[in-house]
């Protein structure tokens, strides 16, 4: 792992001139932007953060955390805000995960609300996805991905998706490491995606210090699944070498050694 990236919410708030020149020397090359969350509320810092790392080598991704608001006003809400924006180049993400909710209750004389956990369902995510899919059909940087991303857990995603044509979303899997154990080698998956590569890892939660933020940040890295935008390898001078050969989709080159 090698290519690391971040996301920002308004939780750690509108960033400064001094943290993209950190970000940008730690190493991020791409980071997501919370925009929305259920069918109304809009993250009050994204507009702000994606002007300030519109014009840098940072690629940004949207994403929306998903309730269990109805997926239509869900969409339209995140739809409105991404739509401000036309430098996104990576896909789409719907956070799915379990929330804490204000649930009612009828169960007293006196109608009272009480928290509790509350997942967004796989009809409603699987909904919403499609909408992305279409959407991202006409946008020329995001097309070829095809499908928007899901972020979640083993333990939340295995209570939301159950059916295994849903493993067509690209898989932004959050499992951290153990204190006082052995770094993990690799995620673990919610079933329906067992076995298959993962888009995004998000490893760890970090001091956002060193990278000129104020409180903890996300540390994620980009997975098997697809290549880096920009890191396919390209030839180098034809001058410099005497022999290129471009084989099952990768460029190979180098000078002939003259034999003693």
Request: charged share 20%; aromatic share 14%.
């Amino acid at each position: 792992m090698s290519i690391q990236g971040t996301y920002l919410s308004a939780y750690q708030g509108p960033i400064t001139d001094e943290a993209v020149e950190k970000l940008i020397a730690n190493g991020i090359r791409f980071v997501g932007l919370r925009l929305t969350q259920g069918k109304g509320y809009v993250d009050p810092t994204w507009e702000h953060n994606a002007a300030m790392l519109q014009d840098t080598s940072i690629l940004l991704l949207p994403w929306h955390f998903a309730t269990t608001d109805s997926a239509d006003k869900q969409y339209a809400n995140f739809i409105a805000q991404v739509e401000k924006f036309d430098r996104w180049r990576l896909p789409p993400g719907l956070d799915c995960e379990a929330y804490t909710s204000r649930i009612p209750s009828d169960t007293m004389a006196v109608r009272e609300s009480i928290y509790g956990l509350a997942y967004p369902t796989e009809a409603t995510i699987d909904a919403i996805g499609r909408w992305l899919t279409q959407w991202m059909a006409g946008q020329p940087a995001l097309k070829d991905y095809v499908y928007p991303a899901i972020y979640t857990n083993a333990g939340s995603g295995n209570v939301i998706f159950k059916t295994k044509s849903m493993k067509r979303y690209l898989l932004w899997v959050a499992n951290w490491h153990s204190p006082n154990k052995p770094p993990l080698e690799k995620p673990y998956l919610p079933a329906v995606w067992a076995g298959t590569p993962w888009y995004i890892w998000q490893d760890l939660i970090i001091d956002g210090a060193p990278y000129g933020i104020k409180g903890q940040i996300s540390r994620e890295w980009w997975g098997p699944l697809l290549p880096f935008p920009g890191d396919e390898p390209t030839p180098p001078p034809v001058s410099d070498y005497e022999m290129t050969l471009k084989q099952n989709g990768q460029i190979y080159a180098g000078k002939l050694e003259a034999k003693a």
